[in-house]
């Protein structure tokens, strides 16, 4: 107000120039030169004002749509791609002259406005509540409805999760809820494992409704050719029969069975009644000798542990009376030893490019242990120990070992570890450092040495079948110990990997599944690189091919290629580095989802169940136009008003710029008129 009052001032104050004027004039010209200038300095200030703000926001009616493979396969399929389409897009027009309408389809995720063309190989009805819960948590939602069949194939039960919802649920059941006749193979399961030349058992259960009196023909097929057959008499209307099958597994690789049912006359569906699975057959299991001193309880306990890993095979012998070779073995497990010269003579031979585990006992002599020279060295007191426990080096970067397990050590027993310090002189990874009483060393426990091609394990400390007891006796089950132990065998038994170029991945996905692959390149020096191209192509059992590229990452590569056609796959990576021109092969398979056709009767008491729990109503698809008569007649329904107290910059108000231009444009006007410029 100063700066505009000094303006019109300074402007006006001298009446001779404005002889033109009489007095009023003049003052009422200073005026209007003040408002408009005190205006516009109190602008430069950026001031804000403070205003009530209403919005009303109507009502939102979600719906949310079935697109599982299940919906079609029933006898009314063609209805669900015709007419209910249309009644469906019918309904949402007239839903949305009234409410907001937010549709979605679903299988095992939401998707927004989706396609519907019931291709979902899942059905995740939990999820979808979850997830509409989540993003509509304070909104003004007025109802949902759900239409589906109620079969759900993965997630948890829907009730469980719905009791949450402050909106009705408007259910429409699709699907037949009628008991149909039909037949189906409801369960085959194997172990991914197999050994050539061994059998092998898969579980086969098979269900038939409404067939009772029928026969079926249950075949096995391997490349094509039937492996196990069998004749099934289908005796009661609900019939179910499990059946155990023993197979031979005749070649190594990735072998493909295919389990079959001959269709029985009248069923509504044959879609339920193949199912494949895949069994990895490798050419034999890899043989562990341990080495015992003297008969131990954690010879006893480590040998069983280990067994438990069908991948094994475990010798135990004293070492007094081993006259074998043991080239034959894949690692080699000491116990108690070296004990003698002699004895540590034999284990130098032994070691030549094999991998040992050590499990240092009050019977080993630390010294001839020392005299190998494997880069350890235990500065041991005689026979004196130490009662330690064992703590999880949280960095330890060989393998993974769950968090569980490492918080079940505080509970086990204390080992009795030599006393006195070890000193490691070659390349080490600790898994478990000495705890002493309550004191957490850095002094090792459980490590591993790797030099060149060869690696080695050490347990400092006796007492192993006593953390095995007490992980049964804690938690009914040896798996945390078995955890320990299995992973440190897995990572001794196999060969170190010399190879410049090692492509990884899994050796199936599922068809929801993005395939993906890591890679890894060294130079001369063994160090890792990834300023290499690295190229992969993908064939599939039709000859077909997918090429792909690798991107490089954090010193590694990386693919994503995603999800494939169901089926199998061989490729070939390469790269070229340094002049020469490297590869890797291998193979996979993309496994189907199959789970849609094992159910086909809509669950009519599950879709009522979430209506009532929320206070809506069940509906079939040729009553879907009562739902808008449903929603209008609630009183709960309806538009809700928000306020909110907001600020503004005052420049932004339209009607300022104008009066301040208009107060301008009267003292130009005035002026104008009066012959002054």
Do not use: C
């Not at 299991?285 to 040998?303: C, G, Q, S, W």
């Amino acid at each position: 107000m100063t700066l505009g009052g000094i303006y019109a001032f300074i402007l006006y104050w001298n009446n001779k120039k404005h002889s033109e004027f009489v007095g009023w004039q003049v003052k009422g010209l200073a005026a209007l030169r003040f408002v408009a200038v005190s205006v516009l300095a109190f602008l430069l200030l950026s001031p804000y004002i403070k205003h009530l703000e209403r919005e009303v926001e109507p009502p939102i009616v979600l719906f949310a749509q079935d697109n599982s493979q299940s919906i079609l396969l029933n006898k009314d399929s063609s209805f669900y791609k015709t007419d209910y389409l249309a009644q469906l897009e019918e309904l949402k027009k007239q839903l949305s002259e009234n409410y907001e309408v937010k549709a979605y389809t679903f299988g095992n995720e939401l998707e927004e406005g989706g396609t519907i063309d019931y291709t979902a190989p899942q059905t995740d009805i939990s999820k979808v509540i979850d997830d509409i819960e989540n993003r509509y948590s304070n909104r003004n939602v007025g109802a949902l409805i759900l239409a589906s069949d109620g079969i759900y194939n993965t997630g948890s039960n829907p009730l469980f999760v719905s009791s949450n919802f402050n909106f009705p649920i408007y259910s429409v059941i699709l699907g037949d809820t009628s008991i149909n006749k039909d037949l189906l193979l409801s369960k085959v399961v194997a172990n991914k494992i197999a050994f050539k030349g061994n059998q092998f058992p898969i579980s086969v259960a098979v269900n038939a409704q409404k067939l009772n009196g029928s026969k079926t023909t249950l075949n096995v097929s391997h490349n094509g050719k039937v492996v196990f057959s069998d004749v099934l008499t289908i005796k009661t209307a609900d019939y179910f029969k499990e059946l155990p099958i023993l197979l031979e597994a005749t070649a190594v690789g990735l072998q493909k069975y295919t389990v079959t049912l001959s269709e029985v006359a009248g069923e509504m569906s044959t879609v339920n009644n193949s199912k494949s699975i895949y069994i990895d057959v490798l050419d034999g299991k890899e043989k562990i000798l341990i080495l015992a001193n003297a008969p131990h309880p954690d010879v006893a306990a480590i040998k069983r542990n280990v067994e438990l890993n069908q991948n094994y095979e475990v010798d135990v012998q004293l070492i007094s009376n081993f006259k074998g070779n043991s080239a034959p073995y894949n690692l080699i497990i000491y116990h108690g030893i070296p004990n003698s010269a002699a004895q540590s003579a034999r284990i130098k031979s032994e070691l030549n490019n094999k991998s040992a585990l050590f499990v240092i006992s009050n019977q080993t002599s630390t010294a001839l242990v020392n005299e190998l020279k494997l880069g350890v060295t235990i500065e041991s007191r005689g026979k004196q120990t130490n009662e330690v426990t064992g703590v999880l080096n949280p960095t330890f970067p060989l393998f993974k070992i769950e968090e569980s397990t490492g918080k079940q050590l505080s509970y086990f027993p204390p080992l009795a570890a030599p006393f006195g310090n070890v000193v490691i002189t070659k390349p080490s990874f600790t898994l478990l450092n000495q705890k002493i009483s309550k004191v957490e060393t850095q002094t090792p426990l459980w490590f591993f040495i790797q030099d060149e091609s060869q690696k080695w394990g050490f347990i400092l400390g006796e007492g192993l079948w006593r953390w095995s007891l007490s992980d049964y006796e804690r938690n009914q089950t040896t798996a945390n110990f078995q955890e320990l132990l299995g992973k440190t065998v897995q990572y001794l038994s196999l060969k170190v990997d010399k190879s410049l170029f090692r492509v990884t991945t899994k050796n199936d996905f599922l068809a929801n599944e993005d395939v993906v692959f890591d890679a890894e390149l060294y130079n001369e020096s063994y160090e890792l690189v990834n300023d290499a191209e690295v190229s992969i192509v993908l064939k599939n059992q039709d000859g077909r091919e997918y090429p792909f590229s690798y991107s490089p990452t954090n010193q590694k590569y990386y693919l994503n290629a995603g999800k494939l056609e169901v089926g199998e796959y061989s490729y070939i990576a390469t790269v070229n580095y340094a002049g020469k021109a490297l590869k890797e092969t291998g193979t996979l398979s993309v496994l189907p989802i199959d789970v849609e056709g094992n159910n086909l009767q809509a669950n009519f008491g599950l879709m009522q169940e979430l209506s009532r729990q929320g206070g809506g109503t069940v509906y079939f698809p040729n009553q879907m136009e009562e739902i808008m008569n449903e929603l209008d007649s609630r009183e709960d329904i309806t538009s809700v008003s928000y306020s909110q107290i907001k600020l503004s910059e005052l420049i932004n108000l339209k009607w300022i710029f104008f009066l301040i231009l208009g107060l301008l444009a009267l003292e130009w006007l005035v002026r104008k008129r009066n012959g002054s410029y």
